[in-house]
């Protein structure tokens, strides 16, 4: 637990705009790796929201979906979405001169991930509680609005450069949209 709290305090820096994060994040060969496991940090919260998004009104959702394939896709969908910008970093990461930068940012990144997952956590327990209403959506709206200017403002720390943080802000979003696209082509169940 220590070590997630430290990686979590690291990656807040970075979104600060604190250099003195990095110094907080394991980069190393073993530590790209073991990057990975922010996804089973994240997953609780992750389940949390597929529980609240398929409480929500499904009228247009087909009955034959079940509570598991539902569950199913969206953990295929947010993995492919987890992981593609990764596998995309890996592969052009030398043509473009960013062979030092792929284990910081990918570091950074997925504990990042992890780290926004987290926050949205009781805003998604509140809207399970209470129900979606005009407030809450305008909460969720400023939400997603903070978590993209927080993971801008990391790459940004680690990259020295707002167009390419920004760029490379929207390309995660981006990849993320376009997973959850092919995950509910694949599979038939409504993920957005």
Known sequence: MSEVLNNFSGVWALMMGRKDGMSRLDVSADGFYRSFSAILVALPALTLSWIEFEAGD?????EHIGTAQAFGAHLFADLLAWLLPVIILLLVAKRIGW???VSPLVVATNWGAALVTWLFAPYLALVLLIGMGPNLALVGALLSIGSLVLTAR??????????TAIFLT??????GL????????LTGVPLI
């Open 178 to 185: 376009l997973s959850y696209g092919v995950v509910m082509d």
């Open 99 to 101: 062979s030092r930068k």
């Open 154 to 163: 990391l790459c940004r720390t680690i990259l020295d450069d707002w167009p």
């Open 58 to 62: 499904r009228s247009d959702q087909a």
């Open 170 to 175: 929207a390309a995660l979003l981006a990849t």
